[in-house]
């Protein structure tokens, strides 16, 4: 656990920009002592995982806490029914289910759609073509609170590139009057928030490593 380091991070922060500690492979007390500086907001990709902590930090009231992992349809309950924001929207078809599960458990949660800027094989997320085409069917969801995009850059790409790339991200929200952007991680932050990134996902900067 690197508090200094988080506090340190959070200073280098413009205001428009959140922190959102990536909390996964890391346990309840150090969420808790994340809490206790001022972080409220938090990411995991694992829902039963997830659940785990939520239940041990219940009764932090303004705890928020964020999806960011891969989202299988037969986990689509438990996630909006534990998750103020879900980052990782990847289809058209999985909105549609969030939607219908929202309405059916009175939910409203934020959605970030993700996008697949590059042909990484790894990285998953809808095509620039296919979100353009489907926008105006995306727009009328009912259900949920669209406010804006998610993208993972490949690993190993230099700063140039991973700065392009943020760059396109941006730019595509702003053409869709998505106000929000979730790009860059530990290692690559830095040029997330040159391009425009309103919020930035830190795991091992914060945490240190993981074993996962």
Same mark, same amino acid.
């Given at each position: 656990?690197?508090?200094?380091? $988080?506090?340190?991070?959070?200073?280098?922060?413009?205001?428009?920009?959140?922190?959102?500690?990536?909390?996964?492979?890391?346990?309840?007390?150090?969420?808790?002592?994340? $809490?206790?500086?001022?972080?409220?907001?938090?990411?995991? #990709?694992?829902?039963?995982?997830?659940?785990?902590?939520? $239940? %041990?930090?219940?009764?932090?009231?303004?705890?928020?806490?964020?999806?960011?992992?891969?989202?299988?349809?037969?986990?689509?309950?438990?996630?909006?029914?534990?998750?103020?924001?879900?980052? #990782?929207? %990847?289809?058209?078809?999985?909105?549609?289910?969030?939607?219908?599960?929202?309405?059916?458990?009175?939910?409203?949660?934020k959605i970030m759609i993700q996008i697949k800027?590059?042909?990484?094989?790894?990285?998953?997320?809808? $095509? =620039?073509?296919?979100?353009?085409?489907?926008?105006?069917?995306?727009?009328?969801i009912k259900g949920i609170q669209l406010i804006?995009?998610?993208?993972?850059?490949?690993?190993?790409?230099? #700063?140039?590139?991973?700065?392009?790339?943020?760059?396109?991200? =941006?730019?595509?929200?702003?053409?869709?009057?998505?106000?929000?952007c979730s790009m860059g991680m530990s290692q690559?932050?830095?040029?997330?928030?040159?391009?425009?990134?309103?919020?930035? =996902?830190?795991?091992?900067?914060?945490?240190?490593?993981?074993?996962?």
């Amino acid at each position: 656990m690197k508090n200094l380091n $988080y506090l340190k991070l959070k200073k280098q922060l413009p205001e428009n920009v959140n922190l959102l500690a990536v909390s996964k492979y890391t346990n309840s007390k150090n969420i808790q002592s994340l $809490y206790d500086l001022g972080q409220q907001h938090f990411g995991e #990709s694992k829902v039963q995982e997830a659940q785990i902590k939520q $239940y %041990d930090l219940i009764n932090n009231q303004k705890l928020k806490w964020h999806f960011i992992g891969k989202i299988q349809s037969n986990k689509i309950t438990k996630i909006v029914n534990n998750f103020d924001y879900i980052h #990782s929207v %990847d289809s058209l078809k999985k909105l549609q289910k969030i939607s219908k599960v929202a309405i059916e458990l009175n939910k409203t949660p934020k959605i970030m759609i993700q996008i697949k800027l590059s042909d990484d094989p790894d990285k998953g997320g809808m $095509y =620039r073509e296919d979100l353009l085409s489907n926008f105006d069917e995306i727009k009328l969801i009912k259900g949920i609170q669209l406010i804006g995009l998610m993208t993972m850059n490949p690993k190993g790409l230099s #700063s140039k590139d991973n700065l392009n790339l943020f760059k396109q991200c =941006r730019s595509l929200a702003d053409s869709l009057l998505l106000k929000e952007c979730s790009m860059g991680m530990s290692q690559d932050w830095k040029e997330a928030v040159e391009a425009g990134s309103t919020w930035i =996902r830190l795991g091992s900067l914060i945490f240190g490593d993981r074993i996962i």
